[in-house]
């Protein structure tokens, strides 16, 4: 299927077609890159030009770039990366489909991938890949919006104040989530107030009668709600308490899921899990106040979330043989931060047999890191872990603060004690890896699993 003509790139960017052509999708990265896509040479670490004839060479329908070499189809522009915007700028305008930004300082990956499962029971549903989250990948997951989408689910991600803002006024989102506000990437704030004041940014790029759906749950939400209130945008929360809109009544964890009720107005609706963890219960009222948002069926909504599975290192869980012994992995190497943490424990106690965690230092937490890491302990012993193994200068502390039979090793690189690991593992055992994404934890995850 046609996503763009070379003709409708030079209206959107404008730019001057070298050679027509047609794409099928859109890629910055020749890695990554399938046949029939708009490769986007862009100019940021490297520069996207040099890769012009790699992209040709994995099939490139065509090039989106400041200088064309010569016979090849290609729109050339002034600056790549303002065309990618005008591009997602042009898509915004001209496609149908219902724009739906989803941020929050945890979640929010799980949340958009979660809502796009719920939405696809209604109609065709596009959704930012991976984390495709910032300020090449909003622009890219609005330019690849298929002009038959009902639903497009958009992934906001910040660190830093005015990320947000600008990223809001590109999508201008109708429908928006602030899944959470915790202290995530506290090095480059103050405190969590400007977290909240970071994630309220999200209301920039929306008109007035655009809906907010905020947790009720959480502390930060009446100062969102401020801001909110004075855009005009209308306001729906999520979380336990009989005031917010969609109120979770009772929930029931299970190792291999969960159940819920929540109530929606007059109206009670039966959830039933496939992922594992209280967490969950949040991330499938959050959906639910979208689908009442978009007045969709409440219950076909509820039956759409069973389909919900966690996605690859953030929760995905594997059947292993390692030296003989049959294990789980339960993989949540994508990345971390305390709360975070302490929501992969609890998930993980659930689980019948042993249980051992191999945990990476969590990046961006400011001044308190170390305490932080250290204020770990006490969920790990609560959630019944027996062997804790350790990478990382800051997780030297929590090794510290742990009960001296939980530690099983530290060292400053992960893949040091992978075979430290493996000569622990027993039959039964359920191994949880988690750490953020520049610890390397997720290297040993992969060995592990045979793709290292």
């Known amino acids: 299927m046609t996503l763009w003509t070379s003709a409708q790139i030079a209206e959107a960017t404008d730019g001057i077609v070298r050679f027509d052509f047609e794409v099928s999708g859109l890629s910055i990265d020749t890695r990554s890159l399938q046949a029939g896509d708009l490769f986007v040479a862009l100019k940021d670490a490297r520069d996207g030009h040099d890769f012009i004839p790699a992209a040709m060479a994995a099939g490139a329908g065509g090039v989106l770039c400041e200088t064309a070499p010569n016979g090849l189809p290609a729109v050339e522009v002034e600056e790549s990366a303002a065309a990618l915007e005008k591009l997602g700028l042009y898509a915004r305008d001209n496609r149908q489909a219902l724009r739906i930004g989803v941020t929050g300082s945890v979640g929010k990956t799980s949340v958009k991938d979660a809502l796009a499962v719920m939405l696809t029971a209604f109609g065709s549903t596009h959704k930012s890949i991976k984390s495709f989250n910032n300020h090449f990948g909003v622009p890219i997951t609005l330019a690849?919006?298929?002009?038959?989408?009902?639903?497009?689910?958009?992934?906001?991600?910040?660190?830093?104040?005015?990320?947000m803002s600008k990223l809001s006024k590109l999508a201008k989102p109708q429908i928006a989530i602030i899944n959470n506000v915790v202290g995530a990437h506290l090095a480059h704030f103050e405190n969590v107030e400007g977290i909240a004041d970071a994630k309220a940014e999200m209301i920039d790029g929306m008109e007035a009668g655009s809906i907010l759906i905020l947790n009720g749950d959480n502390e930060y939400t009446p100062r969102i709600r401020k801001k909110a209130s004075a855009a005009k945008l209308?306001?729906?929360?999520?979380?336990?308490?009989?005031?917010?809109?969609?109120?979770?009544?009772?929930?029931?964890?299970r190792s291999d899921g969960g159940d819920l009720i929540c109530k929606i107005g007059e109206v009670s609706v039966s959830v039933q899990l496939s992922v594992a963890g209280e967490h969950w219960f949040m991330n499938a009222a959050a959906c639910l106040a979208v689908a009442h948002a978009a007045d969709l069926n409440l219950e076909k909504a509820a039956r759409a979330l069973q389909k919900i599975v966690p996605a690859p290192g953030r929760g995905d869980s594997y059947a292993l043989k390692i030296d003989g012994k049959s294990i789980t992995l339960i993989d949540e190497s994508y990345n971390a931060n305390p709360t975070s943490m302490r929501a992969a424990f609890s998930a993980a106690a659930l689980r019948p047999g042993r249980k051992l965690?191999?945990?990476?230092?969590?990046?961006?937490?400011?001044?308190?890191?170390?305490?932080?890491?250290r204020g770990l302990a006490e969920s790990i012993v609560e959630a019944g872990f027996e062997r804790v193994f350790m990478a990382g200068e800051c997780m030297r502390f929590l090794m510290g603060a742990l009960p001296q039979p939980l530690?099983?090793?530290?060292?400053?690189?992960?893949?040091?004690?992978?075979?430290?690991?493996?000569?622990?593992?027993?039959?039964?055992?359920?191994?949880?890896?988690?750490?953020?994404?520049?610890?390397?934890?997720?290297?040993?995850?992969?060995?592990?699993?045979g793709e290292g």
């Open 357 to 373: 965690a191999f945990l990476g230092d969590m990046y961006e937490l400011g001044a308190d890191e170390l305490e932080l890491h």
């Open 407 to 449: 530690r099983a090793g530290w060292s400053t690189k992960p893949q040091t004690l992978l075979t430290k690991l493996k000569g622990e593992l027993r039959d039964g055992d359920i191994v949880l890896i988690k750490g953020s994404n520049a610890s390397g934890v997720g290297i040993v995850a992969a060995q592990l699993k």
């Open 144 to 163: 690849t919006i298929p002009e038959v989408a009902e639903y497009a689910v958009l992934e906001m991600g910040m660190n830093h104040a005015g990320e």
């Open 234 to 253: 209308k306001i729906l929360t999520f979380g336990h308490s009989e005031s917010d809109d969609v109120c979770i009544v009772s929930g029931a964890s």
